[in-house]
Nanobody
């Protein structure tokens, strides 16, 4: 089992920045690939970013590429999502997740361990 706890969300004006953190605990949590997803009211959960367990490979949704950066510190068992130049359309609850099966990194069905989420609100 892996437990995930996100933090760092809040209210920010358009063009501002936030850094989300996700602390993992449990067995071998530092060896998991990790993903960030988000869900706005009335929409499905969507992929945001992915980082391999080593931190070497990263992938992003087109909508955040060039603005968001995912990283990890395995010694601290923490994954980060640095979000710059935020836009109102980035408003959502953000979740970190660890996979439980082989599958596409952008598919939420690949992931079985989820945090409780942290709210990000971007005002125009």
């Amino acid at each position: 089992q892996v437990q995930l706890v996100e933090s760092g969300g809040g209210l920010v004006q358009a063009g501002g920045s936030l850094r989300l953190s996700c602390v993992a605990s449990g067995r071998t949590s530092s060896t998991y690939d990790m993903g960030w997803f988000r869900q706005a009211p009335g929409t499905e959960r969507e992929f945001v970013a992915f980082v391999s367990w080593s931190g070497i490979s990263t992938y992003y949704a087109e909508s955040v590429k060039g603005r968001f950066t995912i990283s990890r510190d395995n010694a601290k068992m923490t994954v980060y999502l640095q979000m710059n130049n935020l836009k109102p359309e980035d408003t959502a609850v953000y979740y970190c997740a660890a996979p439980i099966r082989s599958g596409a990194y952008y598919d939420s069905r690949t992931f079985g361990f989820w945090g409780q989420g942290t709210q990000v609100t971007v005002s125009s």
